[in-house]
């Protein structure tokens, strides 16, 4: 009985641990593909390149894990303002297949780009000395850096959820999402938001990216492996919503743990045949529009 | 006048499922590449297995305009399917084929019942995760088909019980190239028939076809069903050809790189993959000495680029300039 309760707990702190990480990666795609329409599955570029920005900062040139990470997110999300007014710009109101393609090809080349700086194998993640070990739980431990994730995810996903709802810029970006022509006669820069949104989904993944390099690991083909999980994530949740994802994230977090926990011989199987089941009975995600 | 104009008309509707003398070129450069280059065959058998399975993947995306991620799920099931009977004594390679084709069908056929009827961003990720879930599948039933081992021990009799696979690759050259060319033959006639014309009106637009009574959803699921098991076809055949089957055969990374193949050739124009795959896999096999990962990023600048400026592919651009030549005759 105690080994049963005790490995629920550990499958709830490790997923949600997971969860947190995966949805912020996955929220700002959320955001690009419910306001811009646009199909990006290059949104895992962003993560990766800010888990690379990140370890070259602390390995290469010392700079504190503290420091390292706002660096990196900071690069990502200049890096992505080009992007996003270059290559996915023209490309907004074009059919599906060709933000497929376009962002596929960015897939591509970021593997191969991050394997020529980087070299193939997946970079070496050490959390600061404050958070490594175990911290203590009452009875129980929790390694620290996981506890970590959990708290700092926490404080993000609330400042987001009441950025989007109390801020001018939230509030632009809900209406713009709910019905960009309206927004825009109403005299919102749409062109400007578009960038800003971008650029701060792009921020967030960089974030995602870096600080959960302990659990999914920094290599050339990142955003290849895990863009099932990404893109999972936000179908699941609902575009242009910020709340589904973070269900579906928690949801996708906590039962992945839980089934390669207890059935480990069928890997992610059900999680696959949940996705589909969910995405048959709603076509647009648990808290899409309808 | 009017007469006239709708004879004109009539007319060229007719020639347009007319052969034309250029549809000769592929095969003639099938034979003629035969003979040239008897280094390579292997090679070759390869790429027209594949180039098979870009004209599937070109007959739902190109004509009925469903994007997939996932149509690697029946090429790997056909693979499967194929490698699965060879390694149990079933090697004659025909029967294989047709059992390859039977079980990626009937797998094209459930999952387009079910996922055809979404739509947009939704039937994307429908394809993918039909996919991967199938991927996974295959990874974790070991006892059946190797898991990340890749499928052992397949015995491929001769084809017809006469011709025997050789080293050289001549058998497996010239199985391909026969199989390739009924697919083409079920392809081209589709494209051009009533069905064909239906598919590429629900491409373009579906409300229309609904309006006009079009059973959109029946019309899909059997271009769906056909694609999925002219692609199972080809699984089966580079099975067959190369003897080996592994997890790779059913990855989102190949549903990723056929379609990429096809849209380099240009797509919904039935040689697209003629075109594409060849040129990549060619490619591919002269670049791969240098390193393969670099060869990914310029296939991702020239995906880029491809979609940024060109976006008929390597047809589309011949095109092109073959309209501009006329032109300047007439100055």
């Not at chain 1, 996705?275 to 709603?282: D, F, G, I």
């Not at chain 2, 059913?250 to 124009?269: K, P, T």
Request: charged residues 10%.
């Amino acid at each position: 009985m105690d080994s049963a309760l005790s490995a629920a707990i550990s499958i709830a702190f490790h997923g949600t641990a997971f969860a947190m990480v995966l949805y912020l990666v996955s929220v700002g795609l959320s955001v690009t593909m419910g306001l811009m329409g646009f199909v990006n599955l290059a949104h895992g570029v962003f993560a990766v390149a800010g888990g690379y920005f990140m370890t070259t900062l602390i390995f290469g040139l010392g700079i504190p894990f503290y420091l390292a990470v706002p660096l990196a997110v900071l690069a990502v999300a200049l890096l992505s303002v080009p992007l996003e007014r270059f290559l996915y710009r023209p490309l907004y109101g074009a059919s599906d297949l060709d933000q497929v393609l376009m962002t596929m090809g960015l897939v591509f080349m970021s593997v191969a780009v991050g394997k020529y700086f980087w070299g193939p194998t997946a970079q070496p993640f050490y959390p600061p000395t404050a958070l490594s070990g175990q911290l203590e739980f009452g009875l129980r431990s929790f390694p620290a850096y996981r506890s970590f994730l959990i708290g700092s995810g926490a404080v993000l996903v609330t400042l987001l959820w009441l950025g989007l709802d109390r801020t001018r810029f939230g509030a632009q970006i809900r209406a713009a999402v709910d019905n960009r022509r309206m927004a825009q006669s109403v005299g919102i820069n749409t062109s400007r938001l578009f960038t800003l949104a971008f650029a701060l989904g792009s921020a967030l993944a960089a974030l995602g990216g870096s600080l959960g390099a302990e659990i999914m690991a920094i290599s050339p083909s990142y955003a290849l492996d895990h863009l099932v999980y990404f893109l999972i994530v936000v179908a699941v949740g609902g575009l242009g919503t910020i709340r589904g994802p973070f269900v579906a994230a928690l949801l996708l977090g906590v039962s992945d743990t839980a089934f390669k926990y207890l059935l480990p011989e069928f890997g992610a199987f059900f999680i696959y045949a949940l996705t589909m089941a969910v995405l048959l009975w709603r076509p647009r995600g648990l808290f899409g529009q309808a | 006048m009017t007469t006239s104009r709708q004879t004109d008309v009539v007319a060229r509707f007719s020639r347009r499922h007319r052969l034309h003398p250029l549809e000769a070129l592929p095969w003639l450069l099938i034979v003629v590449s035969f003979f040239l280059f008897p280094d390579y065959l292997a090679l070759g058998a390869q790429i027209l297995a594949t180039t098979l399975f870009g004209l599937s993947v070109d007959l739902v995306l190109g004509y009925a305009g469903i994007v997939t991620l996932g149509h690697a799920a029946f090429f790997g099931m056909g693979a499967y399917t194929a490698g699965y009977l060879a390694a149990h004594g079933v090697g004659a390679p025909v029967v294989g084929m047709i059992a390859a084709m039977a079980m990626a069908g009937a797998v094209g056929f459930l999952s387009g019942l079910i996922i055809l009827r979404a739509q947009g961003l939704s039937i994307l990720m429908l394809t993918l995760v039909v996919c991967v879930m199938l991927q996974e599948a295959a990874n974790k039933a070991t006892s059946i088909t190797g898991g990340a081992d890749g499928l052992q021990g397949m015995e491929v009799a001769p084809v017809l019980d006469l011709f025997r696979f050789d080293l050289y690759g001549k058998t497996a050259y010239w199985y391909a190239a026969i199989v390739l060319f009924l697919g083409w033959l079920v392809a081209r006639t589709l494209v051009h028939s009533p069905f064909g014309r239906s598919l590429t009106g629900i491409r373009e637009n579906v409300a229309r076809m609904r309006a006009i009574g079009t059973p959109v959803f029946g019309r899909l699921l059997t271009i769906y069903t056909i694609s999925a098991a002219m692609a199972g076809a080809a699984g089966a055949l580079i099975a067959e050809t190369t003897q080996l089957v592994a997890l790779n055969a059913i990855s989102v990374d190949l549903s990723g790189v056929i379609l990429v193949m096809v849209i380099f050739g240009g797509v919904g124009r039935l040689y697209g993959a003629f075109v594409g795959v060849p040129l990549y896999m060619i490619a591919q096999d002269r670049f791969s000495e240098i390193d393969p990962t670099y060869w990914y990023f310029w296939i991702g600048l020239l995906l880029v680029i491809v979609v940024m400026f060109a976006r008929g592919g390597v047809l589309g651009l011949m095109e092109l300039l073959w309209q501009r030549l006329p032109r300047r005759r007439d100055r």
